[in-house]
Nanobody, 114 residues
Framework: VQLQASGGGLVQPGGSLRLSCAAS????????MGWYRQAPGKQRDMVAI???????AYADSVKGRFTISRDSAKNTVYLQMNSLKPEDTAVYYC?????????WGQGTQVTVSS
């Protein structure tokens, strides 16, 4: 499984971005897909996940601001990020959890700064 993340960039506080993660295979075959982020000098943390059944979960720090969704026809998972804060600055990674293993995309940089 190959994952291609895109959509990062520089945005002002309060702004929005939408990240995309295109998978080389069917995302419905994955047990779950998600987004993680890693800020400089910090560990990689879960941001949002969506299971094969469509259930979602979010880190407390992004609840109410971020939304994970998927388009199974396009084999793509999205992360809509609203009301962005400077502390959201990080490299965002797409993740897929399958029976065969765990897969990671290459990461996309999100910088929130005025």
């Amino acid at each position: 499984v190959q994952l291609q993340a895109s959509g990062g960039g520089l945005v002002q506080p309060g702004g929005s971005l939408r990240l995309s993660c295109a998978a080389s295979g069917s995302i419905l075959s994955m047990n779950a897909m998600g987004w993680y982020r890693q800020a400089p000098g910090k560990q990689r943390d879960m941001v949002a996940i969506i299971t094969s059944g469509g259930s979602t979960a979010y880190a407390d720090s992004v609840k109410g601001r971020f939304t994970i969704s998927r388009d199974s026809a396009k084999n793509t998972v999205y992360l809509q990020m609203n009301s962005l804060k400077p502390e959201d600055t990080a490299v965002y990674y797409c993740n897929a959890l399958a029976i065969a293993g765990t897969y990671w995309g290459q990461g996309t940089q999100v910088t929130v700064s005025s």
